[in-house]
């Protein structure tokens, strides 16, 4: 044999040798750990878009935050590990300084600790597990620390974790960021949950080969799917207004003892909301810390019978219909009434005999509602409710968002069109409310309520199209409604906590809540609806107050804390008494 | 032709086909050694691109890391909540009293 064919025969040996390794390594070797760490599809998660107010400031934001895990193998006592790093992961809540903390609190915190060690303790038992997480959305300055310990085993993760800067400020309306199932992060409720598609963008993919020591291999497809970043929005909300209203509205219910307080403000020309609160209300960054029943957006969610505010829906119908005028007079009002067997009483059972319409409105007389109810008929203040839309949702931008509660005209008898006349018997939201006293200071123009200004895409803003104006009533029948509105703030029960030198157009409400099929008296939800300055608005608000224990009425606890909201925005505004 | 004639042609032609064989054998060992060379160059280079790219990326990270953080502190430090806080622990009260002229 010459050295040709030695040669031949050593190398046709190696190839053998080596595709017999291949095929050895491709199909018989079973190593699935160590081969997905070469080659892996990383999901690259889309940063959150921001929600900022009218000034641009960031209501709702991304922090950077960390996924803490362990690694079971390389840890030798379990307990020590849980007692070194158990304090830092309880709720952020008790991230005071322990000296702020009250007994009661540092005994919660200890159980606290206790438990967390007990959990750590036992994830980490299981040696078999090659991770396991400790913890998630960790802020940064707890990793530090942690970091610091320099404990074996604990590895971090980085990750965002979404950030409230004014933490419970205008809470019901962002909602919050929590994990849906999958442990993806997921809006919830307000903002958060309604524009969720939008906020969240689209997790990219990274395809990717590594060598043995983690660093990628660029002969491959390297990013295959960019992550496309959330659309941020910019909202209507004026911060200031919706600090001061903040401020007021809880000051106020505690004031008035009562179980909540809401509070829209809105801009009548536009349907832009510059505010809207609740009180009590909660802490987006802390959510879990809160009763799930304070997360819905009472201002949206809630319907309630609006009592006396709805007076202005039935008067709008019945001037618009020309069925009354501000003069003419009340024929019925001499006296209770007597209706399919309920009796119809004034709310101090005062009477007022031959009173004007626009007295009516004054005195919030239920007996002259019923009669200006009879002139207008069922169909004509059905027809109306359904036009000013108390039966469908307003639009707005809030997942929870609710509509009102009309019974079919069908089931309507004699008692429903009297008592509908005036708020009661049916259920409406505090927002359609809005919407339509914004209809009346708009000349008859009802223009849905909005909260989003504008949204940024790749760093284009791009400005939100305004919903279409629709004309409800006549200009006329505005004025006129709005001219007894100011009569009935004038001289009203309210009339003496009004700011001096401007007009305003309002009506106070005091419906007694229903429970189990009658009405508590001791129970009400006391509200005062309105706008100013009448002849040229600059802002609709509305105060509502469920169950206040100082006085049930609307015009002793709604209307002073609406006088009060008001005189603060007319100097933030600079709206003078000359701008009546 | 003779025996021996014939016998000194095959021994030539066997050295021209050997000559080929080597030159042929030289050829390809040249040039899967210079293959050879290449691709570890070229892999060395990858290495190190791929080490140059993940310091490049870590370092967007951290940036953008950085710059959040940052955000996130103005945020905190310009908010009303802290502003008023600050301004009651300095002393600053509402005015009681607004007159408009």
Do not use: C, H, R
């Given at each position: 044999m010459n050295r040709l064919k030695i040669l031949q025969i050593i190398i046709i040996a190696v190839a053998l040798s080596i595709i017999a390794r291949l095929f050895y390594w491709q199909f018989l070797a079973n190593i699935p750990s160590q081969s997905s760490s070469y080659s892996q599809e990383i999901k690259l998660p889309a940063s959150r878009g921001q929600i900022f107010a009218s000034d641009n400031f960031p209501l709702a934001t991304n922090q950077e935050a960390f996924l803490i895990y362990a690694k079971p193998k390389e840890i030798d006592k379990e307990s020590d590990l849980a007692k070194k790093i158990a304090p830092f992961l309880?709720?952020?809540?008790?991230?005071?300084?322990?000296?702020?903390?009250l007994e009661e609190q540092k005994k919660q915190k200890e159980t606290e600790i206790g438990k967390k060690e007990e959990e750590i303790t036992q994830k980490i038992k299981n040696k078999n597990l090659l991770w396991v997480q400790i913890g998630r959305k960790v802020p940064k300055n707890i990793k530090n620390i942690l970091d610091e310990?320099?404990?074996?085993g604990l590895g971090f993760e980085r990750d965002e974790k979404r950030f409230y800067p004014?933490?419970?400020?205008a809470a019901h309306l962002l909602g919050f960021v929590g994990s849906d199932k999958f442990g993806d992060d997921t809006g919830y409720f307000g903002l958060e949950g309604f524009f969720d598609e939008k906020l969240k963008g689209k997790s990219g993919k990274l395809g990717l080969d590594k060598d043995p020591f983690g660093f990628p291999i660029l002969v491959s497809k390297y990013r295959t799917v960019e992550p496309k970043e959330g659309e941020s929005l910019i909202l209507t909300i004026d911060r200031t207004i919706q600090y001061i209203v903040e401020q007021k509205l809880k000051a106020a219910t505690e004031k008035y003892g009562a179980k909540q307080g809401t509070v829209i403000v809105s801009q009548p020309q536009t349907g832009q909301i510059l505010a809207m609160a609740t009180y009590p209300s909660y802490d987006p960054n802390l959510f879990t810390e809160f009763n799930e029943k304070d997360y819905k957006n009472p201002a949206v969610a809630d319907t309630y019978e609006p009592g006396s505010t709805f007076k202005l829906i039935t008067i709008a119908a019945a001037l618009d219909t020309a069925?009354?005028?501000?003069?003419t007079k009340c024929e019925v009002c001499s006296g209770p009434r007597q209706i399919g067997g309920y009796e119809i009483s004034t709310w101090n059972k005062k009477y007022y005999p031959n009173s004007t319409i626009t007295e009516v409105i004054q005195h919030s007389d239920n007996v002259g509602m019923t009669f200006v109810a009879e002139k207008l008929g069922t169909d004509k203040l059905f027809d109306y409710i359904q036009k000013f839309g108390?039966?469908?949702?307003?639009?707005?931008?809030?997942?929870e968002e609710t509509t009102g509660v009309i019974r079919d005209k069908e089931q309507w008898r004699q008692i429903d069109l009297a008592t509908a006349s005036f708020g009661q018997g049916l259920a409406v939201t505090p927002i359609q409310m809005v919407q339509t006293v914004q209809t009346i200071a708009n000349g008859g123009k009802q223009i849905p309520p909005r909260l989003v200004k504008a949204v940024i895409e790749k760093d284009k803003q791009k400005p939100v199209k305004q919903p279409a104006e629709k004309q409800l009533i006549s200009q006329k029948t505005a004025a006129q409604i709005t001219e007894m509105m100011v009569n009935a703030v004038e001289n009203g029960e309210a009339r003496a906590f009004k700011p001096k030198g401007y007009r305003i157009a309002g009506k106070t409400g005091t419906a007694q809540i229903p429970l189990a099929g009658h009405y508590d008296p001791e129970k009400t939800i006391a509200s005062f609806v309105g706008f100013a300055p009448a002849q040229n608005p600059r802002f609709v608000m509305l105060v509502r107050f469920t169950e206040p224990s100082s006085s049930i009425f609307g015009s002793e606890t709604a209307a002073p804390t609406f006088f009060e909201i008001a005189k603060e925005i007319f100097s933030y505004l600079a709206i003078s008494p000359k701008d009546n | 032709m003779l025996k021996k004639d014939f016998k000194l042609a095959k021994k030539e032609n066997f050295n021209v086909g050997g000559k080929i064989h080597v030159r042929v054998l030289v050829a390809v060992t040249t040039v899967l050694t210079f293959l050879i060379f290449a691709q570890l160059v070229f892999a060395n280079n990858l290495a190190i691109d791929g080490q140059k790219l993940s310091q490049v990326e870590e370092e967007i990270k951290n940036l953008q890391a950085e710059n959040t953080a940052l955000k996130v502190e103005i945020a905190k430090a310009s908010s009303f909540t802290t502003l008023s806080q600050q301004a009651n622990d300095l002393g600053f009260m509402k005015p009681s009293k607004v007159t408009v002229f």
């Open positions: 309880i709720s952020e809540k008790y991230a005071t300084a322990g000296a702020n903390l310990l320099k404990i074996k004014e933490a419970s400020m069925v009354v005028s501000p003069q108390f039966d469908k949702n307003t639009g707005i931008e809030l997942q | -």
